[in-house]
């Protein structure tokens, strides 16, 4: 079924469009990078899934999400240093035959996540 991830900008009410966001794994202790994108106008991977079905294994993984230079990018202007810069969330696949969705729902000072559909 895959990985996929959305976010979603609180303080503006709108997806966060033009985000930077870092895609790792994380087998072993050893972080990997395994690709950067910016988000399209919904705020999602312009390309659709992280991983297809195929591709995605049980393990350990990392999404970076540059929220600092996302909301300066927005005209926000943020204290230095801003209370949030990078916001990383660490998950783990238990079930690769399973859907992985990881939204993020951010303002400047606060952030959620949980597991969605």
């Not at 996929?4 to 709108?14: F, Q």
């Not at 794994?25 to 950067?36: A, F, H, K, S």
């Not at 999400?65 to 990383?88: C, I, T």
Request: proline share 5%.
């Amino acid at each position: 079924m895959g990985l996929s991830t959305h976010v979603l900008d609180t303080m503006h009410g709108c997806p966060a469009a033009g985000m930077q966001v870092a895609l790792y794994t994380t087998q072993d202790g050893r972080v990997e990078l395994v690709r950067r994108f910016t988000l399209d106008g919904n705020g999602r991977n312009p390309e659709g899934q992280l991983y297809d079905s195929a591709s995605l294994k049980a393990g350990t993984y990392r999404l970076s999400f540059d929220v600092k230079g996302y909301f300066r990018s927005r005209g926000v202007a943020l204290p230095e240093p801003a209370f949030l810069d990078q916001v990383s969330i660490d998950f783990g696949v238990a079930d690769a035959m399973q859907h992985y969705h990881v939204p993020l729902l951010v303002s400047p000072w606060s952030y959620s996540t949980y597991r969605g559909s």
